[in-house]
């Protein structure tokens, strides 16, 4: 078995679901609630996770900005990015860097990758993106339509 944990780190809640690489399938799955510490709720994950031993951990992030067109593997300078991008999205970018560093600390020998919830959109023409506006400061404050739920299109 190959599992890979794949997290979904939220404003107020963590959802989880562990994944066999061989056959495609869940084989554990959770949901914790009500988060206001995202270090203790994922320390309740790996309590729920029991001994499963993934190889790596997949991170949903909502807002991948202009600059992630695809997952990448998680770097300082990526963590970096997903916290600025925080002004884009900031009910739920703050809680996808929090939850990237519970899982960093707890297996800091995993590769971490983050798979934006903006990507799929990034192929959009730049007739559908750009709005009529000044093109400064569209491109000084980032304003471009950026389309959300792509994990879910590109599914």
């Given amino acids: 078995m190959k599992p890979v944990l794949v997290v979904n780190s939220g404003s107020s809640s963590v959802k989880y679901q562990l994944i066999d690489l061989e056959t495609q399938t869940a ?31 997949g991170h949903r992030v909502v807002h ?36 990237i560093k519970a899982a960093i600390s707890a297996y800091p020998e995993l590769p971490q990758v983050a798979v934006f919830d903006t990507a799929f959109h990034q192929t959009m023409p730049v007739s559908s993106y750009r709005y009529a506006i000044d093109a400064e400061l569209q491109d000084k404050y980032r304003i471009r339509r950026y389309g959300f739920h792509g994990t879910s299109h590109a599914f």
């Fill in 27 to 57: 084989t554990k799955s959770g949901l914790i609630e009500r988060v206001t510490d995202h270090k203790l709720a994922f320390a309740e994950m790996l309590e729920q996770l029991g001994d499963a031993k993934p190889i790596a951990v």
């Fill in 64 to 99: 991948g900005g202009p600059n992630f067109g695809e997952p990448k593997l998680v770097t300082p300078e990526v963590l970096g990015e997903i916290e600025e991008l925080s002004e884009l999205a900031p009910l739920h970018n703050p809680g996808n860097a929090l939850g």
